[in-house]
């Protein structure tokens, strides 16, 4: 049988009858008349080719069929207003804000690909986003959550890598290896002049080394010592000397020569980059919608050693 356009509001007015077991009842919730209510009820069960319910002056019950049919019908519109339920939540939710704190390196890798596809999908929602390679308290400082290196995000945090694993290279310009020469095992880089990293906790990086089973740490010498990757590129690419981080930072230099990659069969990989936030039972729906898009955009920051 087609659907008939008004099988649907009788049936929700079948229900409510069965419910209240009154027509009366079922009328007044409603504020419609009994006679109207009585004639949808005929014409449904005519529709139908079925007695839905038995009526006497005092009561009205279901038949068998009847109470068969009410019971798919709750369900069926319990499954309805579940639905309605959460798009109601996801526009109530989505015309609020989200606040992230960022650490510095994320901005390009992850960050700054996403922004225009983010803000065209999710037109309703307002995105803060503070960037601070500090480690910061994202709970008292009234942060949804915070995006840092999944190996420093405490415990007592969800995680939600975005990433895989990251690969660092020690690297400089082809003038400073053509000046200084190039170190052939970690220990060489004793010798010559590094461009260190203090970290958003305070302490001077030591550099990380990996060939096999074989793992080296070396705490390199140098003059300068920088607290963003953006100066540290920079002081490479003006040839001042090796500099260790992420190579999907420093990627297009690779590709165009302007960097080089020094001990390049020592592969060194850290941790994710990864949205961290307090264990709650319901994700707020900007930072839910910020995590997919970006997982979706995929972003290729996996090691290179071919380049």
């Known amino acids: 049988m087609e659907p008939h356009r008004s099988h649907y509001a009788d049936l929700s007015l079948f229900l409510l009858i069965v419910q209240f077991r009154s027509f009366r009842r079922a009328a007044d919730h409603l504020d419609i008349t009994v006679s109207a209510m009585s004639h949808r009820m005929k014409a449904l069960e005519t529709r139908l080719g079925v007695r839905l319910l038995n009526r006497t002056s005092r009561s009205v019950a279901p038949t068998a069929a009847g109470e068969a049919l009410a019971q798919k019908v709750a369900a069926g519109l319990e499954l309805i207003d579940a639905g309605l339920d959460d798009i109601r939540a996801q526009v109530n939710s989505s ?30 929602v307002e995105i803060e986003v503070a960037v601070d390679d500090h480690f ?61 990293l203090r970290t958003g906790r305070g302490q001077i990086y030591h ?22 990757s953006e100066l540290s590129i920079a002081a490479a690419l003006d ?24 001990l390049p069969e020592w592969l060194s990989m850290g941790p994710p980059l990864a949205m961290y936030y307090p264990s709650r039972r319901q994700l707020p729906f900007g930072l839910g919608a910020l995590i997919e898009t970006i997982r979706d955009i995929d972003p290729t920051l996996s090691w290179k050693p071919n380049r």
């Open 95 to 124: 015309a609020g804000g989200v606040r992230i704190n960022v650490m510095r390196d994320a901005v390009p890798l992850l960050l700054a690909p996403v922004m225009s596809r983010f803000t065209e999908r999710f037109p309703l």
């Open 239 to 262: 040839g001042i000397g090796i500099v260790y981080c992420l190579e999907a930072l420093i990627r297009p230099h690779l590709v165009s020569g302007r960097l080089q990659v020094c």
């Open 136 to 196: 910061v308290d994202v709970t008292a400082e009234g942060f949804d959550a915070g995006l840092r290196y999944s190996g420093t995000i405490p415990e007592d945090m969800v995680a939600a890598p975005l990433t895989g694993p990251l690969g660092w290279v020690a690297v400089a310009s082809p003038a400073y290896f053509a000046r200084a020469g190039r170190p052939e095992t970690p220990e060489d880089l004793l010798d010559h002049q590094c461009i260190r």
């Open 207 to 228: 550099w990380e080394f990996d060939r096999g089973d074989d793992h080296r740490v070396i705490d390199v010498p140098g003059r300068l010592i920088a607290g963003s």
